[in-house]
């Protein structure tokens, strides 16, 4: 998708991948990824989720990463938070506390700007991605990550009925894209509430995505 897709749902709304609430499977699962306290993870594509807040209350030090101006001046409304800004690079980069997200293009984002994450959560970022894409993007965030362990959620459904995004995701899918450097756990597959779209019913997955050289 282009950036063009993406700035047009955040202005005319159409945001229904937006939770308004944490989701069940990150709350459920989180200790798979063994954190101590104050942890970094990296959270990309992050839209203005809920998820942020409640990794905050767990203690973690959050960095994101979202093309949406939109987006990020909202999540720092919702969170009560007056964020200090500046720009580095190609971003405008929204700090206060213990959170951080960059605002621009995750392709363009490096490890000298986000520095070492002790994990990843990615929650409808891989979705997010047509096929075309997907190859770039696992390969960018197996770069950021550095072998650090990712929880990832999304939507496994049938393709046929809806176009994407969301795109449905797979055990074979991530084996495909993440295989050669890790070792890929389903933890959870659960029903969805909502179709797709309304239309598609949906399963929502989580999965571990751990360093095959541990
Ligand atoms: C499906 S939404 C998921 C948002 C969030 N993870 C959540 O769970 O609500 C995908 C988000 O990725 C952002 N996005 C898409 N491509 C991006 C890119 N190349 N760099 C940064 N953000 C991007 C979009 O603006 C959108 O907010």
Same mark, same amino acid.
């Given at each position: 998708?282009?950036?063009?897709?993406?700035?047009?749902?955040? %202005?005319?709304? $159409?945001? *229904?991948?937006?939770?308004?609430?944490?989701?069940?499977?990150?709350?459920?699962?989180?200790?798979?990824?063994?954190?101590?306290?104050?942890?970094?993870?990296?959270?990309?594509? #992050?839209?203005?989720?809920?998820?942020?807040?409640?990794?905050?209350?767990?203690?973690?030090?959050?960095?994101?990463?979202?093309?949406?101006?939109?987006?990020?001046? $909202?999540?720092?409304?919702?969170?009560?938070?007056?964020?200090? !800004?500046?720009?580095? /690079?190609?971003?405008?980069? =929204?700090?206060?506390?213990?959170?951080?997200?960059?605002?621009?293009?995750?392709?363009?984002?490096?490890?000298?700007? !986000?520095?070492?994450?002790?994990?990843?959560?990615?929650?409808?970022?891989?979705?997010? &991605?047509?096929?075309? &894409?997907?190859?770039? =993007?696992? #390969?960018?965030?197996? $770069?950021?990550?550095?072998?650090?362990?990712?929880?990832? +959620?999304?939507?496994? =459904? /049938?393709?046929?009925?809806?176009?994407?995004?969301?795109?449905?995701?797979? %055990?074979?899918?991530?084996?495909?894209?993440?295989?050669?450097?890790?070792? +890929?756990?389903?933890? $959870?597959? +659960?029903?969805?509430?909502?179709? !797709?779209?309304?239309?598609?019913? *949906?399963?929502?997955? #989580?999965?571990?995505? =751990?360093?095959?050289?541990?």
């Amino acid at each position: 998708m282009k950036a063009s897709f993406w700035f047009d749902k955040w %202005q005319s709304r $159409e945001i *229904a991948f937006h939770e308004g609430k944490v989701n069940q499977l990150l709350e459920k699962h989180v200790n798979e990824l063994k954190l101590r306290p104050h942890a970094h993870i990296f959270v990309p594509l #992050c839209g203005k989720t809920k998820d942020i807040a409640w990794l905050l209350k767990q203690g973690l030090h959050v960095t994101g990463a979202e093309l949406s101006k939109t987006a990020i001046d $909202e999540l720092f409304d919702e969170l009560e938070m007056t964020p200090k !800004i500046e720009k580095i /690079d190609k971003f405008e980069v =929204y700090k206060s506390r213990h959170l951080t997200v960059f605002v621009g293009d995750f392709f363009e984002l490096t490890t000298s700007h !986000i520095q070492a994450v002790d994990a990843v959560y990615d929650r409808a970022a891989f979705i997010a &991605m047509p096929r075309t &894409m997907l190859q770039d =993007y696992s #390969c960018k965030l197996i $770069e950021l990550a550095n072998n650090a362990p990712q929880l990832l +959620i999304g939507y496994t =459904y /049938d393709q046929n009925l809806v176009a994407g995004p969301p795109f449905s995701v797979s %055990q074979t899918k991530l084996v495909h894209y993440y295989g050669q450097e890790y070792k +890929i756990n389903q933890l $959870e597959i +659960i029903d969805s509430e909502d179709n !797709i779209k309304g239309v598609a019913p *949906a399963q929502e997955g #989580c999965w571990l995505l =751990y360093s095959s050289v541990d």
